[in-house]
């Protein structure tokens, strides 16, 4: 298999996981929900199905007039979990190894809704096939959810856990058993370099392209004048010029689709990755690390696994913004001659970075933390490959300033051998003159010797 057919069955894979992972969101948030009436309270699961190893969770969710308390049960669950055996509801027990001290119970308040994971024991209390329900404590009185189904986890679920999630959870977990503290924020800048280095030749290619796109770009621009609306014959020249100059339209895209998938597995290591029931995932070196040690609170500016509203989304924002602002260049489009893309550009130039900042906002701050130095990383880059960019323009330049004056030069020599060459031939003929005026007036002489 070639290098171009490789590239292209890899970005067919990584576009099929794209859109596999925001089909299966829509799904699980849309249409796989356990439906519950709004009187009373009501005690439900998230889902109907659950996938082995999943972390099922369920809602309480209080229309009382009354507030409501859920006992801290720790180191046992708050709920407890049963398991239909052979027609018989049979009880499931698992103390997680937690830190108990300082945890309170859990108060709802009239007219709220309550989410609880059961993150720290799913593992231990589901790991069997089959059916289960929960049970909830509250005062004298005892509810039970909806019964759900624990199944086989699919393919492509075993594919993301043990391709994406396992190694940057292994390899987070590892940064943060040898950083300073056991400080969660230096494991994630140490992972970011490691992912960053691994993803630095196509990225690198990536934004080599990305400015061979820019400089052709006006060329492209210019079709529009020559061809009018005729989009096919500017579809035709647009791919001949990009075939001229080895240019890849989506060659900006790879880097963008890899870094998506880690982005979303990075995502759910911090949402649940720190809590002693996901220690299953561990690979045996770090089996004996004890991940209650991790100190979640980066020197008191972030608590990585909270979401920061205000400072970490502005900065990522204002990093966003320097990036896109370098990718673009320094050159300006003359007055009235932008193209659609320039100006598509130069708008994303604004959006882009709103558009980050309120993601940054709606996830754990260790999440925006990976993208203002992921974004960081990809400055320092970015200001690499324009200052390649800029020194090849130069010797463009040079060689063409050089050509253009031997061209001047040798059109010169021409034109000056042009004019010596027409000069000797006028005076050739300016010689030659004298001689015919002669054998005219010796003809002249004969014709009157005759008629004499």
Partial sequence: MDKKALKNLLNQALTFLVIFLIVNFVYNQFFNKAEAPQTGVQFYTSSKTFAQNDVVVFHVDNFTEQAITIKNLCPQAPVKVEKLVNGQWESVEYAAPLKCEGLQDTIIQPKEKHQIKLQSWSHQLFSELGNYRLKLTLGDQTLESNQFEIGNMSFFGWLWTTVIHQPIYNALIFFASIAPGHNLGLAIILLTILIRTILLIPNQKALKSQKKLQSVQHKISSLKDKHGDDQQKIAQETFAIYKEHKVSPFGSCLPILIQLPILIGLFNVIQNGMDPGSSWLLYPPLKSFDLTLIETNFYGLWDL???????????????????????????????????????????????????????????????????????????????????????????????DDKSNKEKKEYYKQLNEERKNSKSENQDSDQNNQPDSDKDDQDKDNSIRVIKA
């Fill in 305 to 399: 696994t909270k979401i920061d509203f205000i400072t970490l989304p502005v900065l990522v924002g204002l990093l966003q913004f320097l990036q896109v602002k370098l990718s673009m260049g320094r050159k300006k489009p003359a007055a009235g001659k932008s193209s659609e893309m320039e100006t598509a550009s130069r708008t994303m130039m604004f959006i882009m970075p709103v558009m980050i900042a309120f993601f940054t906002a709606s996830v754990p701050s260790g999440v925006g933390l990976y993208w203002a130095f992921s974004t960081t990383y990809g400055i320092i880059q970015q200001l690499i490959v324009n200052k390649q960019h800029e020194q090849v323009e130069t010797s463009i330049k040079v060689v």
